[in-house]
Each structure stands twice: as C-alpha cells, then as structure tokens.
C-alpha cells in the first residue's frame, strides 16, 4: 500500500475531527474540479448491475395494469364470477395487494439485519410463488390468496431494491441512478398490458388461456433477478456497519472512482459512511420495535414528517385510480370496446415510461422541489380539464369532449410520471438517516399501501356513484400537497447522504436546503 493509500486508510479507521473536519471537500467541491467519468468502466459496470435491480421494479407495474386489464376481459370475470363494478367484488381482488405490502412492510428491518441483497432474493422468489398459486387457482378465495403471497414477498423485493440502489449510486447521480428503479414500473406495465392485449385477441376463443397466461408471465423479471442477484455487489454502507471496511472502500474505488484509490470522493465517502454509522449504526433485530429512532429529535421527526407525505402523495395524487381503473375510466367517456381499451392501456403506460425516464435525469439537473411542484401544478390542471370534459360528455355526449378527457387523462400521466414516478421509492430513502433507512422504507411500504388500498376500494364505488366529481376531489387534494411540497420539503439534490444530515439539523430545513455549499462550514445562498 503507498503512503497516499495510508493516509486515506487512516482517515477511514479514526475519523477526522475539529479543524481538519472543517477543511474536508464537500461533494460540491469535488464535482466542481476532479469530478469521475461518467462513462469510465467501474460506472459502466454499476449502472449494469443497477440495471438486474431495476428488473424489481416492474412488479408493481406488471401487477397494476394486469388486473386492470384482465378486469376487461369477460372471460376472467365470467370465471370468478365477478360482476362489474362494485367494491366487494371488484376492490377486494385489487385492494389485497395493498394489504399484502403493509402486511410485508412489518419485516423490512431485515434488509439491516441479514444485509439488502438477501433481502432482495427472498422476496423474488416468494413472488414467483405467489405468481404460481395465482396462476392455477381455480377459485376465488385462492386467487385473492395468490396475490396476497404475492404482493407480501414483492415487497421484501421493492423495498429492499431502493435501498440497495440508494446506497450505491454516486452521490452526484443518485437521482438518476437509483431514480431510474421505478421507471421500470412503465416496462412491467407495458408487458402487462401487450401481454393481455396479444393474448385476448388471440387466444379469447380457447378457455381461459387469455387470462391466465399473462398470470404466467408474471414471474418473469423476478426470476431473472433471482439468477443474477448473487453477482451484486453488497451495499458499502451495509459493510461498514459490519465492520467490513476494506470491502466498503473497495467498492467506493472500483465504482465510485472507475478504480483510481487517490480519488478524493473515496476518502469523502469512506470518512462520511464511518463517523456517521459509527454514531448511529443500522437496524438491529433486538431493536426493530423501538421506534424512537423516528421521534427523539426534532430532526427525525421532520424526516419522518416527509417519509410519510411523499409516501402518501405518490399513492394519492390520482394516478392510482388511472393505472388500475384505465378501461373504467375510459368506458366513462364513451370508450367501451374492449381491444381499444386494452390498446389504450398499452400506449398509457408507454408514455408514462418514456416520460418517468426522461424525468429520472431531470431531478439530478433540475432539483426535487422544483420537480415535485410543477407536477402536482400540472397535475391539479389535468384533472380539472378532465373533470370538465368528462361531465360535458356526460351531459350531451359530445364525441369532442370524450376524446379531450382521454387526452388528459393521458397527458396527467405524463406529467406524473415525469415529475415524481422516479422519486417515489427515492425521496423517502434520501430523507432518511442510516440508521432510520430500512425502518422508514418499512413506513414507505406501509403508507403507501394504505394509500393504494384507499384507492383501489373506493374507486370503483367512487367512479360509479359520484363519476367525474371524482376528478374534481384530487384536484383540490393536488393543490394541497403542493403548499405542503413548497413549504416543507427539501432538497436533495447534490449531497452525499451523510451531508443531509446538516441540512435537517438547520432550524429550517427547507431553506437550508436550498443553499448551495462549498467547503464544510461555509455557506453562499
């Protein structure tokens, strides 16, 4: 080891402290003069790596526009035995997905017990279980059964995915990175929704086969994540906590730093990692009930205060009931045929990924709150339009008002999936510190679902009694969230996770965030 590499190994076991602390690069320093090649082989080889995790991803997209879909075809309902429309028959089946993440919520704190990567491999292969009692079930109760086991094990997967990508994206491309994860919501949409359309065209005539095969289908990505999971490497903050140090550094420098140990974002990051796991560890077994790690300062309480909100806010900003109830939606405005819907849901979640993706990038370039504020404005405009043109329909069948209520029903996914589909698992994980990461991705999960499940239940009840009155309800629940968005949340943009830490420790977060620094201790608005 040169002397160089001695230093820096030094630094990571005694951790600096007073002046030398003060005189330690930020990020922002380290960006501004010796930033990595974006394009070098240790970022090559992550953003593959990052690209297997992604595969977790489509789950909750494949599953989401699968039922919606299937819910179309009358050779499904006509099994089961499900009238259209109606909370008992049609919300039970949607809705128990939800209960199945909040149930699997309660044992995320294992991803900090027995480390990200195992956590990620129970949950796929508990979900193409799931996907196999679903499959062959040939009642309703064990189809309902099916997609609890299903959803119970998804989320070990998707929380776990998040965290792991949280951990081990460059700090200047976290939001890119990691935010890249949930576009792939839009991929399993998309095979969904291809997938039901091919085979009910096709197959409609021969049984059940329209239905079931895409049930199938589903354990496809997370079999594939259960085969290449092995060769991801572990989480460097996962390492430290375990007193792994040389394997964390390792990691830093061959990913991080395209394998240049001089690199000063090795020296940051270690030093970083390791004063701050060294005062707040992870989530241990014997302590996953105290959850006084959310509530003993009033900094964790703030973050908890956002976990919780962006949770809710990407559950329940309206895009839940457009994703699940698209062909109800469109059967509203006149559009009853079932292929056409069918087409319709195929180019909804089509655009919805092109635009997660583009926005993926844009929250490293153009910051969260700017993001988040300009979607939940476009979305708050969306909705009113089609609340408008949808009851102009309804009143005189106007085939001008139908086609302009599809339209923005369209364009309001756009602009969510734009501004906040790549943030949803991020943003709570950002806002979290080490030791509250594994447990809040756990109130991610648990909020989330609730909000899913308030959604998919009352939806379609809410769409049949009250119709476009429904629309006009998230408008003004969009305008909410955005005061509530300019008023509180911060930004996360350009920091290690570690330096978020000063930010929440300010008296106001919010504008603390918003200053750009340079030096450790100095400031510049």
Not at 42 to 47: F, W
Request: neutral net charge; charged residues 15%.
């Amino acid at each position: 080891m040169g002397e160089k590499e001695m230093i820096e190994h030094a630094h990571v076991e005694h951790p600096l402290d007073g002046k030398e602390q003060q005189e330690l690069l930020t990020l922002a320093d380290i960006m501004e003069k010796n930033k990595p090649n974006p394009w070098g082989p240790g970022y090559l080889k992550l953003y593959l790596m990052s690209g297997l995790i992604f595969l977790c991803s489509t789950m909750n997209g494949y599953d989401g526009s699968l039922m919606g879909s299937i819910n179309a075809l009358p050779n499904y309902t006509k099994y089961y035995g499900l009238p259209e429309g109606g909370s008992v028959s049609t919300g039970i089946v949607f809705a128990i997905y939800q209960i199945g993440m909040m149930v699997g919520s309660v044992f995320i704190w294992m991803a900090d017990w027995r480390g990200r990567k195992m956590f990620i491999l129970i949950g796929v292969v508990g979900v193409c279980i799931g996907t196999i009692v679903n499959a062959t079930a040939k009642t309703l109760d064990v189809f309902i059964f099916g997609r609890f086991l299903l959803s119970f094990f998804a989320t070990f997967a998707q929380t776990a995915s998040p965290l792991l990508l949280v951990e081990i994206a460059p700090p200047q491309y976290r939001g890119t990175v990691a935010g890249t994860y949930n576009t792939l919501y839009h991929i399993g949409s998309i095979i969904a929704t291809s997938t039901v359309y091919g085979a009910h065209l096709h197959l409609a005539d021969k049984g059940n086969l329209d239905w079931r095969l895409p049930l199938w289908l589903q354990m496809v990505c997370p079999g594939l994540v259960a085969l290449g999971v092995w060769f991801i490497p572990e989480s460097p903050r996962w390492l430290i906590a375990k007193d792994r140090h040389a394997e964390a550094r390792d990691f830093i420098v061959k990913y991080h730093a395209n394998g240049d140990p001089s690199h000063p974002l090795v020296t940051l990051e270690m030093e970083e990692m390791t004063r701050n796991l060294k005062e707040e560890g992870l989530t241990h077994w014997k302590d996953f009930f105290d959850l006084s790690v959310f509530v003993k300062t009033r900094a964790r309480r703030y973050r908890l205060m956002l976990n919780l909100a962006f949770s809710w806010f990407g559950q329940f900003s309206g895009n839940n009931v457009a994703s699940y109830y698209l062909p109800m939606l469109l059967e509203n405005v006149g559009v009853t045929d079932t292929n056409t819907q069918l087409l319709l849901n195929i180019i909804y979640a089509l655009t919805g990924w092109i635009a997660a993706t583009a926005g993926s990038r844009f929250h490293d370039l153009v910051g969260r709150r700017k993001m988040f504020l300009s979607g939940t404005a476009g979305m708050a405009i969306c909705l009113a339009i089609t609340a408008g043109t949808a009851a102009k329909f309804v009143q005189d069948g106007s085939t001008t008002a139908s086609a302009a209520s599809i339209a923005f029903i369209y364009i309001f996914g756009v602009v969510f999936s734009f501004t906040f589909t790549s943030m949803q698992p991020i943003y709570p994980g950002e806002v979290m510190s080490n030791d509250m990461r594994a447990k809040g991705m756990g109130v991610f999960q648990l909020t989330a679902g609730t909000a899913g499940f308030v959604n998919t239940f009352a939806a379609p009840v809410a769409l049949r009694d009250i119709g476009y009155w429904f629309y006009v309800f998230f408008v003004f629940w969009d305008c909410f969230e955005f005061a509530f968005i300019y008023f509180f949340f911060v930004e996360t943009k350009g920091r290690t996770l570690e330096e978020l830490n000063e930010v929440f420790e300010a008296r106001n977060p919010r504008k603390e965030s918003l200053k750009i620094r340079k030096r450790r201790g100095e400031h510049a608005t």
